[in-house]
């Protein structure tokens, strides 16, 4: 069956959203890279791809059910953060939203009785708990270590271990 006209334009704006996200933790990486936290940017880099797979899985799917995909203008990212600790804090709101975006996508899809795009976001509803709580553990663990140059360091390492 084909995708409603009202369907595809909700997801239209949602692949905007998703290459939003890319274009953010790119922003992201990229204010790690010039505090030499490569570790940090590294994995701000791998979360911006799968941001932008994400975009792409909504704007195959919309294109399989034969509907029609609008593209948006990407808004320009926030590039100026306090510290790590507050990019994180960022990072787990912006995760929040989105999390909430794809719930608001699923009450659409339930009125529009529309089976296909409901199983399809079950996947993206996995996907935020993972991206929640990966972003709440580092968050947590920046928490924890307040001012230690040392425990910075050592979470760097470790998000530089992150693979694709």
């Known amino acids: 069956m084909k995708i ?3 369907m595809a334009d909700v997801i239209s704006k949602q692949i905007n959203k998703e290459f939003y996200s ?3 933790y790119l922003s992201m ?4 890279e010039s505090n030499n936290l490569s570790g940090f940017a590294h994995w701000m880099k791998i979360q911006a791809k799968e941001e932008q797979e994400h ?3 909504f704007y195959e799917y919309v294109l399989e059910r034969g509907g029609n995909i609008e593209l948006f203008s990407i808004e320009k990212p926030k590039s100026d953060w306090k510290s790590p600790l507050d990019v994180f804090k960022f990072t787990y709101e912006h995760e929040q939203m989105v999390t909430e975006m794809i719930y608001n996508l ?11 795009t409901e199983e399809l976001l079950y996947w993206f509803i996995k996907e935020q708990v993972e991206e929640e709580s990966n ?3 580092i968050l947590e663990r920046l928490e924890m270590m307040k001012d230690s140059t040392g425990g910075l360091l050592i979470i760097d390492k470790e998000l530089g271990k992150r693979g694709e």
């Not at 699923?106 to 296909?116: G, I, N, P, Q, Y």
């Open 4 to 6: 409603s006209n009202k």
């Open 22 to 24: 890319g274009y953010l």
């Open 29 to 32: 990486a990229a204010y790690f």
């Open 55 to 57: 975009g792409l899985k």
């Open 106 to 116: 699923m009450d659409f899809a339930r009125a529009e009785k529309d089976l296909a």
């Open 135 to 137: 972003a709440s553990k």
